[in-house]
């Protein structure tokens, strides 16, 4: 459970391989993020929304004969002040209780899932960049810990922030967020591309404030991501600047492996790669990568633990 959206994985756990077989994926839009409000209060109505959500995945899950559940909270949830009330909330009106683990505890179970996904050795040193609707999450991995790590509140929401601003700055047209993610979907890219990408934009014109329809192009969605790109190019560096020496080898071997719904974002591999010189790729099935290391984690469950201080 995310800033912005939830996902689950349902899974056959296979003891004896220690390992587990996918039976079904899902993924909602709970916009806690679109609710929380300064300092740090998560509202009711993204109370109901991820009540409405998890009641919805457990009757999914359930139909098939689950009866095991692992939910985790990410995101906003973790840095909210009232995050035990939500909890408790959330418990009364599901019966599942949310456990809320820290930026670190993320990377580690994206990390995971990425190992199972890629099949990589359990002692191999790679670079995780998992970037969510809320927070981005960088971490260094080598045998099977985290090494270093840093978390930024740079990630999808900045994204669509960006693009909401350059429309109304640069074209005087008024839009909304969730407009402002189907353009990033539809031609948003890190860096240049070598055929431009053109999208029509339905919106408010800010001075007659009649509807209007514009055309915007990649070269546009270049230009608004600028910065909030720029800011995650300059957190991997610093990662990688406090990373041992003695990792070096593995990490120019096996990369920098990208996660989240921010790792769709066009280019961002290419972007990354050219800044710091390594390999940088896109995680098989990046938006399942931390259900996955949940998932992958069972097998040592007190990996989930956590108080609510975390």
Request: aromatic content about 6%; glycine content about 10%; overall charge neutral.
């Amino acid at each position: 459970i995310g800033s912005y959206t939830a996902r689950m994985l349902v899974a056959k756990l296979l003891s004896e391989a220690r390992d587990f077989v996918p039976l079904l994926r899902a993924r909602e839009y709970i916009n806690i993020a679109d609710f929380y409000e300064k300092p740090g209060i998560i509202k009711e109505k993204a109370i109901e929304n991820t009540v409405r959500v998890i009641n919805k995945f457990l009757k999914k899950a359930k139909e098939i004969g689950t009866n095991t559940f692992y939910p985790v909270g990410t995101g906003v949830i973790r840095e909210a002040k009232n995050k035990v009330e939500f909890i408790v909330q959330v418990k009364k009106l599901t019966g599942i209780e949310i456990v809320v683990i820290s930026g670190e505890k993320e990377a580690y179970l994206t990390a995971e899932g990425v190992i199972h996904s890629l099949k990589l050795r359990k002692d191999s040193s790679f670079v995780i960049i998992d970037i969510g609707g809320g927070t981005t999450e960088i971490g260094v991995i080598s045998l099977g810990g985290l090494v270093v790590s840093k978390s930024i509140r740079v990630a999808g929401d900045r994204f669509d922030k960006a693009i909401v601003d350059y429309i109304n700055k640069t074209y005087s047209l008024q839009i909304g967020e969730r407009t402002a993610e189907e353009i990033k979907i539809g031609v948003g890219t890190a860096v240049k591309l070598d055929k431009e990408l053109k999208m029509l934009v339905k919106g408010k014109d800010r001075i007659s404030g009649l509807l209007n329809t514009i055309e915007v192009s990649s070269e546009d969605i270049r230009e608004a991501l600028k910065e909030p790109v720029k800011e995650i190019g300059e957190a991997l560096k610093q990662v990688l600047e406090e990373t041992p020496a003695d990792l070096a080898g593995d990490i120019v071997e096996n990369g920098i492996i990208l996660t989240g719904g921010g790792a769709l974002l066009r280019g961002l591999d290419k972007y990354l790669r050219e800044l710091v010189k390594l390999p940088v790729f896109v995680a098989e099935d990046p938006l399942l990568a931390v259900a996955r290391g949940t998932g992958k984690s069972l097998e040592n469950i007190e990996l989930l633990s956590s108080s609510l201080n975390e």
